[in-house]
């Protein structure tokens, strides 16, 4: 994470989260990495100060910006968007100095174009501290919203609230003048595969050996067969049966369920199991009668997350000489993917990184590559394949995955060799970018 913070009339502070910064010297020092967002955009904005203030509504000007972590999504696809607030209208309402990381800032991010709404985003309880009657700091928020149509997606600061935890709670709303907003950000979403909207409920989820349990769907193919079976882990069992989707994809029907070690049923089109075109497993238990003078024992695996950790947040590059450029060149910090989840899904770990910037302009991002490598933790059920070598960009590139399989999960550790191709003539000084990594 990378924190600064300057005076120019009022304190900014800014954070990037989730992301590595990346420095290269040439004939100069380490200079502060530079973060990717949306453009800054004004606009009116009404804030109602807290009433134990008693000052009257501030009408002002908010200056801020919204950015995307996916600009190039397809239709199914979940985007974070981060808004952040660079110059709130309002101040600290009082004469009373803040201390630091007490504010909690919320908001709305509007949609316009092909997709329209509203995204909550929230930010973290995070703040320098903040002088009595002084403007309010720089803060960012995040949310995510899933892709539903092709198209331009405009993106644009909406409302916000900043909310202070200390001595007593306040809040001091501020909401757009003119909605909506100038658009900050513009993605651009292509067709995707059409999501699975597939569901299926039990009228119980448990029965005696030979019992029947009601079997509902909806949102499955209109008029389509719809087999209905029962699982034991990831097996089918013998139990099976038929229905038919009604004229809106919906259907009610029953299943024998005979076989004790079924542990839930599904329901699909075509001839065997799809996830694509099928749902469940709902969870369901054969209730085993126990024999006289025995005991049942039961026990529970539960599903875990999807994450990764860092081990570090900052790489210094190698120093290149003025007049001959060339290679500059580091390790990216090991990246460590956790897969808990239990599930069929595979992992994809991406990164795409910003512009260089320093004193003498920029260097490029599509002048770093990377050389991908991955290992998988002994007993893992998937196995990491590492993303192919070659440019990094702004468009971005796959580090490390897994695939899709019946059950899928384990540790995996993901490093990268890095190289920044450096003009030979770029002006001396520290050039620094972030290069931004997204598991999903």
Known sequence: MGLTARRTGRWRWASLLGATALAVTAGGALACPAGAAGADVDFATHCIPPAIAGLPPIDGTTTATVSADNTSP???????????????????????????DIMTPTGKVALGGAQSGAVTVAGPKKNPPVPGKAAFPSFSMTGTFTVTKPGKITLAPGDYNIHTSYI?????????????APASETIT?????????????????????????????????????????????????????????????SFSG??????TSTTGIVAYEGGSWNADTGAGPAAYVVNVP????????????????????????????????????????????????KDFRGGPAGWSLTGKVTDFTGPGGKIGADRLSWTPSCA?????PSTCTAGSAGTVG????????????????GEFTVDAGLSLDVPAFTPPGAYSGVLTLTLS
């Not at 808004?83 to 201390?99: F, H, K, Q, R, W």
């Not at 999807?306 to 007049?323: H, I, P, R, Y």
């Not at 998988?376 to 893992?380: D, E, F, Q, R, W």
């Open 394 to 409: 702004s468009s971005g590139a796959t580090l490390a995955g897994t695939p899709d399989g019946t059950l899928t999960g």
């Open 376 to 380: 998988t933790k002994a007993g893992s």
């Open 254 to 259: 029953s299943l024998v369920v005979n076989d």
């Open 290 to 337: 126990v024999p006289p003078g025995s005991q049942k024992l039961t026990t529970t695996v539960k599903a875990g997350t999807l994450a990764m950790t860092q081990a570090g947040d900052s790489v210094a590059l190698s120093g290149v000489d003025f007049g001959r450029g060339g290679a500059s060149t580091g390790a990216l910090r090991t990246v460590t993917v």
């Open 168 to 180: 007593m709670e306040l809040d001091t709303p501020c909401t757009v003048t003119n909605p909506p």
């Open 189 to 249: 979403a292509t067709a995707g595969t059409p999501a699975n909207t597939r569901a299926i409920t039990l009228g119980s989820a448990t029965g005696d050996p030979g019992a029947s349990v009601k079997v509902s769907g909806t949102g499955f193919t209109p008029g389509a067969a719809v087999t209905l079976a029962g699982r034991s882990g990831t097996a089918q069992t013998g139990d099976t049966a038929s229905v038919t989707a009604d004229g809106q994809g």
């Open 74 to 100: 397809k239709v199914g696809d979940t985007v974070t968007v981060t808004y952040t607030v660079v110059e709130a209208a309002a101040s600290n309402p009082t004469d009373l100095a803040l201390p630091a």
